[in-house]
Nanobody
Framework: VQLQASGGGLVQAGESLRLSCAAS????????VGWFRQAPGKEREYVGRIKWSDGITYLAPFANGRFTISGDIAENTIYLQMTSLKSEDTGVYYC?????????????WGQGTQVTVSS
């Protein structure tokens, strides 16, 4: 099952976007969901994660204070709320899941959603 990231778009610097990560028929109950991004010509970068069972999150230093990760049990969806966006936040954003107590490898990668921040 592939996770589908959505909600990207073109925004001005300083504006906000909320990305969603969902998969029909997929349960996150035993998983940790991670957000990643890849800017043109750069390697994929880790943004943060949320452990579905207790909602504990971790954000990379660049995202702290600007990004928030949350989960909606009823919607079975993970969100990445991004505020105060900068041009360097431009890239394709992906979500993926791993077993919380597994080998640490993320699976179920989807196609990602493009975020473009103009300055």
């Amino acid at each position: 099952v592939q996770l589908q990231a959505s909600g990207g778009g073109l925004v001005q610097a300083g504006e906000s976007l909320r990305l969603s990560c969902a998969a029909s028929g997929h349960s996150f109950s035993s998983e940790t969901v991670g957000w990643f991004r890849q800017a043109p010509g750069k390697e994929r970068e880790y943004v943060g994660r949320i452990k579905w069972s207790d909602g504990i999150t971790y954000l990379a230093p660049f995202a702290n204070g600007r990004f928030t990760i949350s989960g909606d049990i009823a919607e079975n969806t993970i969100y990445l709320q991004m505020t105060s966006l900068k041009s360097e936040d431009t890239g394709v954003y992906y979500c993926a899941a791993r077993e919380t107590y597994g080998d640490g490898s993320y699976k179920n990668w989807g196609q990602g959603t493009q975020v473009t921040v103009s300055s």
